[in-house]
C-alpha cells in the first residue's frame, strides 16, 4: 500500500503549474464514481447507507417538513427502513418547495441556485440545487464517457434546448481542454432550427458522437431515409429525456452507422441509470446510478417487485440537500435486477418507460419539436399542471389547471407564449380545467399530437 506524507501533498487541491483545481476536482470525481460501479456490492452498499444517513439528517435538521416526513425512519436514520416511509408525489415536493424554499446546505455544497421543470408529468416545479449536486451530475455523465470507450477528442455534437439562443450562429463552440484530453463540443438549441436544418447541420458538422433526444434523433433519420447525406463519422449516438425503442436503435444502426446509447434520468436528481457499456443489444440493461440514487421498484400495494417484475419506480437522490428527494414518484415504470450480465455488480433497471414529448405538425407537414418549460408556464400565469394536445393540423387544446380563474390579461399572456414557443399559425384553444384527465394505466404527456 501507498501512503503519502503531508509534505508530498499539495496545498489545497490544484495540481502544481497548470491544472486548475475544477479539472483536477473533474478527474477525482469520475474516477471514484467509476471506481464505485466497478466496486462489490457491499462496497456500493455502504457509500449508499452513509450518504443516505447524512441526507436524512441534514433534512431533519433543517426542515420542519421533512422532519415530520422522515419521524418513521428512527435514529440513527437507516437505509434498511427506507420503505417505511411514504412515497413521495410531485404536488408533495412542490408544496415542501414552496413552503420551505431552499433549506439552508453546508457551505463545503457551495451556493444554491433555483431550477425549474415539468418533468414528465406536465406539473410544473421549481426546486433548488446546490453547486455540490451540480458537480456531481455534471460528472456522472462525464464518467459515462469513460465507461463508454469514447474518445473524446473526436469532435461531439450535441442537440438540445438547453443552449441559450444563438441567432445567427448555427452552434455554440465550447473549446477543447487538452489537460482532460477533450475535444471542441458544438452545441445547438434544436427547436431554433426545422429538423431538415438540424440534420443538415448534423451532416455537416460530421461529429463523432451526438447526444440528441429520441424524437429529435426518430425526425432526423426520417430525413436521412428520404435521402439526406448523412454524418459518416458517428459512432454513438447519445439519447436522454424520451423513450428508446427498438426500432429506433435499429435505424440508428442502419442509417447512421451508430450505436445508442440510452441516459435515464430527472431533472430532480439527475442521472438515475446509464445504458450498460456492454450491451447494445434492442432492449439493453440500464446501470443504476449508485453514486447518485438509490431505486426501488414497487407494486400497487407498496410491496418490492421481484427481479425482472416491472413495477413503480421510486428514486432517492444522494448529493441533493439544498431539495431532498426520497422515495419520488415520477410516474415511470421499470424492472430491476440486483446485477448486470456484464458482470457489474450493482442493480440493473430493463424494460424502461415511456417518457414525454412529442412531435407537433405543422399545417406545412413540417414536424416540429415543442417544449414549453416550467419557468416559461410561471412566467405568464401560477400553472400548476398544462396538456397540449393537437386535434387538427391546425388547432391545439391547450388544458391548464390553476389555483384561481385565469385573468383576461394572464390569457393572453398564455396565447402569446403559445404563439412563440409552438407557432404563430396555429389556433390555441385555451381551456381552464380542474384537474388533466388521464386514461387509466396511461402514461401522462404534457404534449401530445393526434394528426
Ligand atoms: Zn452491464
Redesign the pocket.
Known amino acids: 500500500m501507498i501512503t503519502y506524507s503531508e509534505t508530498t501533498a499539495s496545498p489545497g487541491i490544484d495540481w502544481p503549474y497548470q491544472v486548475p483545481a475544477a479539472l483536477v476536482q473533474r478527474l477525482v470525481d469520475v474516477q471514484a464514481i467509476l471506481a464505485l460501479e466497478n466496486g462489490t456490492a457491499d462496497m456500493q452498499a455502504e457509500f449508499q447507507a452513509r450518504a443516505f444517513t447524512d441526507l436524512v439528517r441534514h433534512a431533519r435538521q433543517v426542515s420542519p417538513w421533512w422532519r415530520a416526513r422522515l419521524a418513521a425512519l428512527g435514529d440513527p436514520p437507516e437505509l434498511a427502513h427506507l420503505s417505511r416511509l411514504p412515497v413521495l408525489t410531485r404536488t408533495e415536493l412542490r408544496a415542501q418547495c414552496e413552503t420551505e424554499g431552499a433549506l439552508p446546505v453546508p457551505s463545503s455544497h457551495g451556493r444554491v441556485v433555483e431550477r425549474s421543470t415539468s418533468g414528465s408529468s406536465g406539473i410544473p416545479l421549481r426546486f433548488h440545487m446546490a453547486e455540490f449536486a451540480n458537480r456531481m451530475v455534471g460528472h456522472h455523465y462525464l464518467a459515462d464517457h469513460v465507461r463508454h470507450g469514447r474518445d473524446l477528442r473526436m469532435p461531439r455534437a450535441a442537440l438540445s434546448t438547453r443552449p441559450a439562443p444563438h441567432p445567427g450562429r448555427e452552434h455554440i463552440e465550447s473549446p477543447a481542454q487538452p489537460w482532460m484530453g477533450d475535444g471542441p463540443v458544438y452545441s445547438r438549441r434544436m427547436n431554433q432550427f426545422t429538423l431538415r436544418e438540424n440534420a443538415q447541420w448534423l451532416a455537416r458538422v460530421n461529429p463523432a458522437s451526438v447526444a440528441v433526444t429520441p424524437v429529435m434523433l426518430d425526425g432526423m433519420l426520417d430525413e436521412f431515409e428520404s435521402g439526406l447525406a448523412a454524418p459518416t463519422a458517428l459512432t454513438q449516438v447519445l439519447t436522454l429525456g424520451d423513450t428508446v425503442t427498438p426500432a429506433l436503435r435499429e435505424r440508428t444502426r442502419r442509417l447512421l452507422g451508430a450505436s445508442i446509447r440510452d441516459r435515464y434520468s430527472c431533472e430532480e436528481i439527475g442521472p438515475i441509470a446509464l445504458q450498460?457499456?456492454?450491451?447494445t443489444s434492442d432492449t439493453p440493461?440500464y446501470?443504476v446510478t449508485v453514486s447518485n440514487a438509490i431505486l426501488e421498484v414497487v407494486d400497487e400495494h407498496l410491496q418490492p417487485c421481484a427481479p425482472g417484475q416491472t413495477g413503480r419506480l421510486l428514486m432517492t437522490g444522494l448529493h441533493h440537500w439544498a431539495t431532498p428527494v426520497i422515495r419520488y414518484d415520477i410516474g415511470d415504470e421499470a424492472a430491476m435486477r440486483p446485477r448486470?450480465?456484464?458482470?457489474?455488480q450493482g442493480p440493473?433497471l430493463t424494460q424502461l418507460p415511456g417518457r414525454r414529448m412529442f412531435l407537433i405538425k405543422a399545417p406545412s407537414g413540417e414536424r416540429r419539436y415543442v417544449l414549453v418549460r416550467a419557468k416559461d408556464w410561471l412566467a405568464v400565469a401560477p400553472v400548476r399542471e398544462h396538456r397540449m394536445t393537437q386535434r387538427t393540423p391546425e388547432d391545439i387544446l391547450v388544458e391548464l389547471v390553476l389555483d384561481r380563474p385565469l385573468a383576461a390579461s394572464e390569457h393572453e399572456a398564455v396565447l402569446s407564449l403559445l404563439r412563440t414557443h409552438v407557432g404563430p399559425e396555429f389556433r390555441f384553444e385555451v381551456r381552464q380545467v380542474a384537474q388533466i384527465a388521464v386514461a387509466a394505466g396511461a402514461k401522462r404527456r404534457d404534449v401530445i399530437s393526434l394528426v
Open positions: 450498460c457499456p456492454h450491451d440493461a446501470h448486470c450480465h456484464c458482470g457489474a440493473v
